[in-house]
Each structure stands twice: as C-alpha cells, then as structure tokens.
C-alpha cells in the first residue's frame, strides 16, 4: 500500500478564514517532504517543502508542520483565498531522489464565498 | 509556469498499440522523472533519466520504458497499452541528484486507452 495518505478527500472552508490540510505518512525513513497544489487540468504545482530534521518551516501565506513522532505532516494556509482552491498532495522522498516521490491520494480544497 | 513542457496534449489509442510521450526539460535541468496519475489519484512514480541513463524506477513493468536525448528531452513509450494505462502522464525536471530533489512538473499528457 502507499505509504503516504490523506485523511480527508474534500475539505471546505469560508473564504479568508485558514485552512489545515493533513496528511499521514508510514515510512519513518523518509527524509523529504513536499506539498503540492495541482488545479484541474494542470500538472503539479510546488508550494513548501520541508526536511526530517525540522519541525516547522513557514512560506508565504503558508506553513508546513512535521511530527516525526506520529509520522504526521500539516499545510497550513493563511486566509485562504478563492484562488487556493485546488487539490493538495502531500509527497515524501525516500533516498534523495533516485525512487522518485512517493505521494498521497489528495485532498480537495474548496473555498466558499 | 515551470518551463517544463509536454506533447501531445491529448492522446487516443487502442488496446494495444504502443504510444510515445515526449517531454521537454526546464532550462538547466539534467534529470527528467516520469509519473502516472490516474483519475483521483496522486502521481505514482515510474521512471527516471539522470544524464541520459536511467537512474531509477518505480512498480511498473517493463512495456514501460524511456529514454532521455543529450539536450536532456525525454520520451515515455509504452507497449501493448492495456485500458488501466489510461491516466494523466506527468514529467518533472530537477536540476540533478541532489537532495532534496526539488521537482517541476509539466502540464502533463491525457492517455485514453480504448
């Protein structure tokens, strides 16, 4: 089975409210983590990444959390807006590229007005 | 927009037939990795060319196959499609082996397999 997973496919919040996506992962191994934004009919956009020897790493608008512990990782967006709007991936690395990213099924993120 | 480019938008084929995929590079980039996306689903790793050799690989077959070209472009060819081969094809390009490996995807190719 996969080792990174979602654990909500659709997520909607209020416009300029924040918004938390989740993800879970398996492999305590992985060193790597990536969150994507893919809009429909686009491939894969980066947004933050973040290394297993931190915690916390904030972007503009956005912030990753990492909890090693609990093998759990977050994205955080800060007033979310209608442009966010999109499916969100979560994506771990294994051994520095050569296997490829490894990626969860997703969530949708859909912003109310 | 990343740089990264793919050909053709839309593909059709039959059950069977073999298909090529092409991908141009972001400029500066050496390593070309390639990921099937079906309907719903993350990307799942298949492939990837570091200076034209392939450097490593994902759970599929060996219909699966590629190449990379001195300008770092790169093809997907897949033999004896199968209608589970129906997926979005992503490319992504990285500046070479190091970690992390940052990567940047292409809009991607539409297969359907009929």
């Known amino acids: 089975g996969e080792s990174v997973g979602l654990h909500l496919p659709t997520l909607s919040v209020q416009e300029g409210d924040n918004s938390i996506i989740n993800c879970a992962y398996s492999?305590?191994?992985?060193?790597?983590f990536i969150w994507y934004k893919q809009e429909s009919g686009k491939g894969p956009q980066f947004i933050i990444d973040?290394?297993?020897?931190?915690d916390k790493r904030q972007g503009q608008r956005v912030t990753v959390l990492l909890n090693k512990t609990v093998k759990h990782l977050s994205l955080q967006i800060a007033a979310t807006q209608p442009g966010d709007s999109a499916v969100y991936f979560c994506a771990e690395n294994l051994r520095g590229g050569a296997d490829g990213l490894t990626f969860g099924k997703g969530t949708h993120l859909i912003i109310q007005p | 927009e990343t740089g990264v480019t793919q050909s053709p938008t839309h593909l059709i084929k039959t059950r069977g037939q073999q298909v090529t995929l092409r991908c141009s590079s972001q400029s500066g980039h050496n390593t070309v990795s390639w990921y099937q996306q079906a309907l719903g689903q993350g990307p799942q790793f298949i492939f990837q060319?570091?200076?034209?050799?392939?450097?490593g690989r994902g759970n599929f077959p060996p219909r699966f196959s590629g190449l990379q070209f001195p300008n770092y472009s790169s093809e997907l060819n897949v033999n004896a499609l199968e209608l589970d081969d129906s997926a979005l094809y992503l490319c992504?390009?990285?500046?070479?082996?190091?970690?992390?490996?940052?990567?940047?995807f292409g809009p991607g190719t539409r297969l359907t397999v009929t």
């Open positions: 492999n305590s191994a992985s060193d790597y």
């Open positions: 973040i290394r297993s020897n931190m």
């Open positions: 992504a390009s990285s500046p070479g082996l190091a970690s992390p490996p940052e990567q940047y």
């Open positions: 060319y570091y200076r034209e050799e392939e450097n």
